[in-house]
């Protein structure tokens, strides 16, 4: 299924064999690829432009005053993000594979996930069954203990673009449930295998590290700088910036269980008031059918003052994570 002709061909990436555009963003292309030497698989390469031209925004490119002046993305972010994901190693995070550049891009070659974005499925299933959304907010969450907890980094773009997932082949449960005509390829919930982590929509990943940030030392795994003479804003940032995870992971379980995010507007300026506030609702009908204990998990992940938001710990405690679904816990 190679499209030939349509794909560019990028200087020092002759290894790789493109095969599609998976996704594109402002600075950078991802594909599908394969391994021209047929070492390794299938992969994702994030193709990122070092140079941005300044006339891509706007009316303004078409003002002669504009030039084209190229503006350097900050080389420093993009071997950040490299730096970060060369720390990791989780079944929840996508894998770094390989890293190179060449004069005009940044290549960074990455674990395929072949399932794509998490937003697509919510958009595909209009929205998530209970037991659903908490198998997959319950995998992010442990990636997300993995990154905060064992390697002190947080992500800070957690979202449904930036999810992403393997489908695993499909296991059948003791007593699948018929499915309705035309509803055949609709994800049965039944059909995922608690404790595997695996199943229904399969194994979800935690990618794009563009914005994330060490919080402390993965080496000494204490906070950066001298313990006792660390400053209690330092103390207290790192503790903020994962709370702001914590926040994220509740818009991603939020939207998941009802299918669209707790905060909107057309408006920027009154969508930043309304986050600001915290000003969201379990809106009717929509929320009706949704338990309490899952709208108590959501307001306690979405409370405005990081002191009192809950922890990755305090998360995994909830009792609407712990329950299980005995009719599709599967007989060991
Ligand atoms: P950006 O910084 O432009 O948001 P991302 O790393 O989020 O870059 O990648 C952009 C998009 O490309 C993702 O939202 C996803 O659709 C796709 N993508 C990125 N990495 C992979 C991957 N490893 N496997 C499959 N698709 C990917
Ligand atoms: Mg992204």
């Given at each position: 299924r190679e499209i030939k002709g349509k794909l560019p061909k990028y200087p020092g990436l002759e290894r790789w064999v493109l095969l599609e555009k998976m996704g594109d963003g402002a600075f950078s292309n991802v594909y599908r690829a394969r391994d021209g030497t047929g070492e390794l698989g299938e992969v994702a390469i994030k193709v990122v432009r070092k140079y941005e031209m300044n006339s891509s925004q706007g009316v303004n490119h078409l003002h002669p005053d504009v030039k084209k002046q190229p503006k350097t993305v900050e080389r420093t972010n993009i071997l950040k993000e490299v730096q970060i994901m060369r720390q990791l190693d989780h079944p929840g995070i996508v894998k770094l594979i390989d890293f190179s550049e060449s004069r005009q891009f940044y290549y960074i070659v990455l674990e395929l996930c072949s399932g794509g974005e998490l937003f697509h499925q919510i958009v595909r299933l209009t929205y998530f069954?209970?037991?659903?959304?908490?198998?997959?907010?319950?995998?992010?969450?442990?990636?997300?203990?993995?990154?905060?907890?064992?390697?002190?980094?947080?992500?800070?773009?957690?979202?449904?673009?930036?999810?992403?997932?393997?489908?695993?082949?499909?296991?059948?449960?003791?007593?699948?449930?018929?499915?309705?005509?035309?509803?055949?390829?609709?994800?049965?919930?039944?059909?995922?295998?608690?404790?595997?982590?695996?199943?229904?929509?399969?194994?979800?990943?935690?990618?794009?590290?563009?914005?994330?940030?060490?919080?402390?030392?993965?080496?000494?795994?204490?906070?950066?700088?001298?313990?006792?003479?660390?400053a209690p804003e330092i103390v207290k940032d790192e503790r903020y910036s994962k709370s702001v995870d914590m926040w994220a992971l509740g818009c991603v379980l939020y939207t998941l269980l009802c299918g669209f995010p707790p905060f909107y507007d057309e408006s920027i300026q009154v969508l930043t008031e309304k986050v600001a506030r915290g000003q969201y609702t379990f809106l009717s009908p929509w929320w009706d059918d949704i338990s309490k204990s899952a709208q108590d998990l959501v307001s306690h992940l979405l409370t405005v003052d990081p002191e009192k938001r809950y922890t990755i710990k305090e998360f995994m405690r909830h009792p609407w994570i712990r329950e299980t679904d005995e009719e599709t816990t599967p007989a060991a």
């Open positions: 069954s209970e037991n659903l959304s908490r198998h997959v907010i319950t995998q992010v969450a442990r990636s997300l203990e993995y990154l905060h907890e064992e390697r002190g980094v947080v992500h800070r773009d957690i979202k449904p673009e930036n999810l992403l997932f393997e489908p695993i082949p499909f296991i059948p449960t003791k007593n699948p449930k018929p499915r309705a005509p035309g509803d055949e390829d609709k994800v049965d919930e039944g059909e995922f295998i608690p404790g595997i982590g695996s199943g229904g929509i399969g194994r979800v990943k935690i990618a794009d590290f563009g914005l994330s940030k060490v919080v402390w030392d993965s080496q000494t795994t204490t906070p950066c700088g001298t313990v006792g003479y660390t």
